[in-house]
């Protein structure tokens, strides 16, 4: 009987070994250790062996049920595990292929230069102030120290609404109403727009573009101030390695008056085509605040004094991104637009 | 203003300094230098020839043969210029030499002729053709009759020179002269001015004798000056002279001519000659035009003049135009033999209407209406007697003729050093501020620790203290201000809550799947109340440059249409556009238009698009709908806005909904109407425009947690049968209403009309959730709500069951 088990052991190994499927291997499970399976049988035959045999007998036959057994569920786990192989093969895809696009917009590229200067000043204090963009003479021209008759407000370069009236031509009357405003408390403002000149478009001239001033009011502001804040200004701007540097210039509203140049972003300041190899790029427009501008505005500039600076963020755009044409900033095609869709850092 | 670097060195030392490094130290002093153009660049081998025969080339008509002297020997040189002739001193450029734009001279032969060189015109050495002396335009140059063969002809043309294109800003007026140019690069560097000596010999006869004066318009000509000049000689210019107006890009004329235009180039005062004889009346009265009065310019063209424009008259007709420019009857010209010098003031004011008026600028006009130094008028004429005398054998009268009521006082300013140092920022010692504006000429005494400083009046900028301020700093150098940030109380920066909002809405459309679009604000007058929410009286340009940007625009969608109608012309098919900004509206009492932030947005084309899986879909309403319902939401304004159907010009009778924040219109959106797509080259397009500054004004519901469910809620779906006009929105009112608090949740998950229900109705499927936070609701419970649901849907609207 012994030698029987081991033949039968033997037989199942061996069944169980050559079955390729789930399904057969089931059969031979069936087959031996079902209820009418040779080892079950051989169990229920126990009984006639004589009664000190059997415990011998009864663990041999376990032994051989569990075998058979633990080499079935090695088996069946190597066939399951084939099976979902199979089925993964079979499911693979061509992961080459493009991904279903997640629709998305973006800002405009000025929104863009725009909300960095924005957020750049609101991290030092400053406010962001917004006004009409259809002014009034007074506080377009006259408040800055731009009298009647001066030759820089030409009809011919400003549009007129009414002889008093016009659409703004820089942000600076923003400037002028939040002194009127403030009555005499210090000021830190910063002012996005749109403006306008009765320019022809071109590449480089649009009659509608965007400008963001800078005001600083208070006792005792120094250029010296003007000079550490812009310099700030450049690195968080266009990079930790800009330096400023200031040149003498004129305008009504400030006195001094400096335009800003910074060493060139492209090629750091040896000379390339974007900064005409100068090495400098000029970037923005500033100055002490006009005493005449201050009194007009009700502060007593010998008590208080300021700075101011504009900017053009379409000619920084044009600068940064190398736009050659002002027009693209205004014509709104979706294959300019959609390129402003990424992070720079 | 070109700055002639070899005529400066009349006025000031430069020797040492490279072109490019002046250049650079008076950019960062104050007068920006745009360009530095070096005329001997390229230039090489060319020199002076004398022509010593010139015949006509036997093989071709338009050639000649010249033998010609440059120096050691004589050589042949073919010359196809019209004006060549023999006895001529002329421009040789021999094999070998180099002309702008890279051309070389070899030997060669012409038409079997060997040519050694070439004879030269003044263009073909790079000199612009409108400075070139008329007689001089159409062919070669000629040469003094001194000059001698073989020498370089670069340094006797004075072309060995290099000039500096200054860039003024327009309170740099005294920079519109040589000697202003002097002045401040004496103060860069440290050196004296050296002004022009003026000494002539005066005839015993007086100028007084031979011109009467007569000013009427006082206030506009506050100071006039004549002196004349008689045995003039009119011809050439030295050449020296001539070389300098062209350096400044003016044209030589004539000695007499050339020598007002060196005069206004040296000082900066405008002069002008008149013939004595031509003036005929010995008399020269100032006055104001007569209306339709007329003038003949220099330059030939008949001007009529305007009331009250200034005119310079022989006590019968204008014979000029004040500072603008002469007129043709009294000009100089080659039998003119006794000259009156013209030097005045004209009112800033005066001449810029006058120049603008008759659409005139000048060299003249462009000083004087920038205002000229009070001081230099008397000055410059004696200047011009000067020249006349010595270069066109003039004979100076005695005195001049003239009136003045011209102030000539020069502004004090006094400033302590500590004001100058606070404004600053710095610690400039006294000594040197007096040092830099001593370096400046301007005079300057420091006493009681303060600055008495007496503006010239050459300097018209400098007015106030922080006039004088500027030009300590620029002089020391912006370079040494040390950086520091301002000092005092701080406050928090920041956004109001409008614009922060206004980010968000942008935010929020752009994740929706919009880009940002920038349009103009002007429009045409056809199109400014196009698709307007509100329409008021437009704001309209005095003087529009053209129609279709005249008025400003109280909508969005028109510009956003044409970016849209832009795109699709260049096949990009799906278009999504938004826009934040303003509209104009009406007139308020401050005369300014109610400017209110709108915001539009635009949708053509597929909204789903993935090719290769064969997936897409087209922009409908309900896109651009559930954009708007992703807004409200994002502004936790989705339980205060409701949609109504409506009909809007230019929209889609069928497909247009008012958007309605508490009731009240804020905003609209729908389809664009079929003829106003076709109209526009657009398929189908959905539209909407919002009100932002009213939806913006509108505070979100506080947002507090909502406990996470810890029951289970239940789903019963129910399919109802209604009139195709009954609105799904109607039919959620009535599921809501009778749902009551049990009810947490309808959606619509289908609609169907066809062929499985009956005419003129259509089915529509709802899903209701059940739920209750504090417990789970029994089976009982929700069958008696739902029961309720389906009898008020019934009774309200009819609804039954779809079998």
């Not at chain 1, 029987?4 to 087959?31: G, T, W, Y």
């Not at chain 2, 049968?721 to 619509?748: F, R």
């Amino acid at each position: 009987m012994e030698q029987q088990l081991e033949q039968l052991k033997q037989e199942a190994l061996q069944k169980i070994e050559d079955a390729p499927s789930v399904k057969e291997l089931n059969d031979v499970r069936v087959a031996y250790l079902g209820k009418k399976g040779p080892i079950t049988d051989l169990l229920k035959g126990m009984g006639k062996l004589p009664a000190e045999e059997r415990p011998k007998m009864g663990a041999l036959v376990n032994v051989v049920r569990e075998t058979v057994t633990t080499s079935l569920e090695e088996k069946m786990e190597l066939l399951e595990q084939q099976a979902v192989n199979e089925k993964l093969e079979k499911e693979t895809i061509d992961i080459t292929l493009p991904g279903r696009p997640v629709k998305l917009g973006n800002h405009h590229p000025l929104t863009r230069v725009v909300e960095d200067i924005e957020d750049f000043f609101i991290s030092m204090g400053y406010e962001v102030a917004e006004g009409p963009e259809v002014e009034q003479d007074y506080y377009n021209f006259e408040a800055l120290n731009l009298p009647k008759g001066h030759p820089a407000r030409d009809m011919q370069d400003s549009f007129y609404i009414t002889e008093d009236v016009l659409l703004r031509t820089h942000t600076s009357p923003v400037q002028a109403r939040t002194m009127a405003a403030k009555k005499g408390e210090p000021i830190k403002i910063i002012c996005p727009g749109k403006v306008y000149r009765r320019d022809s478009d071109d590449a480089t001239h649009s009659h509608q573009f965007t400008q963001i001033e800078g005001l600083v009011v208070g006792e005792d502001i120094r250029m010296s101030d003007l000079k550490g804040t812009l310099a700030l200004f450049a690195k968080k701007m266009f990079g930790e390695e800009r330096e400023i540097r200031l040149r003498p210039s004129f305008f009504p509203f400030t006195e001094p008056s400096v335009e800003m140049d910074i060493s060139c972003f492209k090629c750091g300041g040896s000379g390339c085509n974007v900064c005409k190899k100068t090495g400098w790029i000029e970037i923005l427009g500033s100055g002490m605040v006009h005493p005449n501008v201050l009194e007009m505005a009700g502060y007593d500039p010998t008590v208080f004094t300021g700075f101011a600076f504009g900017m053009g963020p379409e000619r920084i755009a044009m600068l940064k991104y190398g736009v050659e044409d002002i027009r693209h900033f205004f014509t709104n095609d979706m294959r300019f637009i959609s390129q402003f869709n990424r992070t720079e850092v | 203003m070109y700055v002639s670097t070899k005529w400066l060195e009349n006025y000031v030392d430069t020797k040492g300094i490279a072109p490019a490094d002046l250049a650079e130290k008076i950019t960062r002093a104050g007068i920006e230098v745009d360009t530095i153009i070096d005329r001997s660049e390229g230039l090489t081998n060319i020199v002076v020839g004398h022509v010593e025969s010139c015949e006509k080339h036997p093989e071709a008509d338009k050639l000649n043969i010249c033998q010609v002297n440059v120096g050691e020997e004589t050589v042949q040189i073919i010359c196809g210029a019209p004006n060549v002739a023999a006895g001529q001193n002329i421009i040789a450029a021999l094999p070998g030499a180099k002309l702008p734009g890279g051309m070389k001279i070899k030997k060669a032969k012409l038409r079997g002729e060997v040519s050694n060189g070439m004879i030269c015109s003044l263009q073909e050495l790079g000199v612009e053709g409108k400075t070139v002396a008329k007689a001089y335009a159409e062919g070669i140059y000629v040469l003094p009759a001194d000059a001698k063969p073989g020498t370089d002809a670069l340094s006797l043309l004075g072309l060995d020179d290099v000039i500096l294109e200054f860039d003024l800003t327009p309170n740099r007026a005294d920079a519109l002269s040589m000697l202003g140019v002097a002045y401040e690069v004496g103060a860069i560097l440290s050196q004296d001015v050296k002004l022009p000596k003026i000494e002539y010999t005066a005839s015993n006869e007086k100028a007084e004798d031979f011109l009467k004066l007569k000013v009427e318009a006082k206030e506009d000509n506050p100071m006039y000056i004549a002196k004349v000049v008689k045995n003039v000689k009119v011809a050439e210019s030295p050449l020296w002279l001539q070389n300098y107006l062209m350096a400044a890009g003016v044209r030589p004329h004539n000695n007499v001519v050339d020598i007002t235009n060196f005069v206004l180039l040296e000082y900066g005062q405008p002069l002008h000659a008149f013939d004595y004889d031509r003036l005929a009346t010995k008399e020269i009265v100032v006055r104001h035009a007569v209306e339709g009065e007329k003038i003949t310019t220099l330059d030939d063209v008949e001007r009529t003049l305007r009331a009250g424009q200034l005119v310079i008259t022989n006590g019968k007709e204008p014979v000029a135009l004040a500072g603008v420019m002469g007129g043709a009857n009294s000009e100089v010209y080659d039998g003119t033999t006794t000259v009156v010098i013209e030097s005045a003031y004209f009112a800033p004011a005066s001449v810029r209407k006058t120049s603008k008026d008759v659409g005139l600028r000048s060299d003249a006009s462009t000083r004087l209406e920038k205002g000229v130094d009070p001081n230099r008028v008397a000055e410059a004429a004696e200047r011009a007697a000067q020249l006349l005398s010595e270069l066109a054998g003039g004979e100076v009268l005695a005195g001049s003729v003239q009136f003045d009521e011209l102030n000539k006082e020069s502004v004090r300013i006094i400033l302590s050093p500590d004001y100058v140092n606070r404004r600053l920022g710095m610690k400039i010692p006294m000594d040197e501020m007096v040092s830099i504006l001593e370096r400046l000429q301007i005079p300057v005494e420091a006493a009681n620790g303060q600055l008495i400083v007496d503006a010239p009046t050459r300097r018209q900028d400098l007015r106030i203290k922080e006039d004088l301020i500027e030009e300590i700093a620029r002089l020391y150098g912006y370079d040494e201000i040390p950086m520091t940030l301002p000092i005092g109380e701080s406050v928090p920066g920041g956004l109001s809550s409008f614009q922060e909002k206004r980010r968000l809405v942008r935010r929020y459309l752009e994740s929706a799947g919009l880009y940002q679009a920038i349009t103009y604000s002007l429009t045409s007058r056809a199109e400014s109340q196009s698709f307007a929410l509100e329409t008021a009286p437009v704001t309209e340009l005095l003087m529009p440059m053209s129609e279709d940007r005249s008025v400003l625009r109280q909508s969005l969608l028109p510009h956003l249409l044409e970016a849209t109608t832009y795109n699709v012309a260049r096949r990009i098919d799906t278009v999504s556009l938004y826009e934040t900004g303003s509209v104009f509206l009406g007139t308020q009492e401050d005369g300014l238009p109610k400017e209110v932030g709108h915001v539009a947005a635009v949708i053509t084309g597929k909204w789903v698009n993935h090719a290769w899986q064969q997936e897409n879909k087209k922009v409908d309403f309900f896109v651009m709908k559930g954009i708007i319902e992703g807004l409200m939401d994002t502004l936790g304004l989705t339980e205060k806005v409701t949609y109504t159907k409506a009909t809007h010009d230019g929209l889609h009778p069928g497909r247009t909904a008012d958007i309605l924040l508490n009731g009240e219109v804020v905003g609209v959106l729908g389809q664009l109407h079929p003829s106003e797509q076709k109209k526009r080259d657009l398929k189908e397009t959905y539209v909407t425009e919002i009100n932002l500054a009213l939806l913006l004004a509108e505070s979100a519901e506080a947002l507090v947690y909502e406990q996470v469910p810890r029951y289970p809620s239940m789903s019963r779906d129910i399919a109802l049968v209604v009139s195709k006009d009954e609105a799904a929105g109607s039919l959620m009112e009535i599921i809501q209403e009778a749902g009551g608090k049990l009810l947490k949740d309808v959606t619509v998950f289908d609609l169907y009309e066809g062929d499985k229900v009956d005419e003129g109705m259509k089915s529509l499927a709802f899903s209701l959730t059940y739920f209750d936070a504090d417990r789970t609701l029994t089976d009982e419970e929700v069958v008696t709500r739902h029961d309720k649901v389906l009898a008020a849907l019934k009774e309200k609207s009819g609804a039954v069951l779809r079998g």
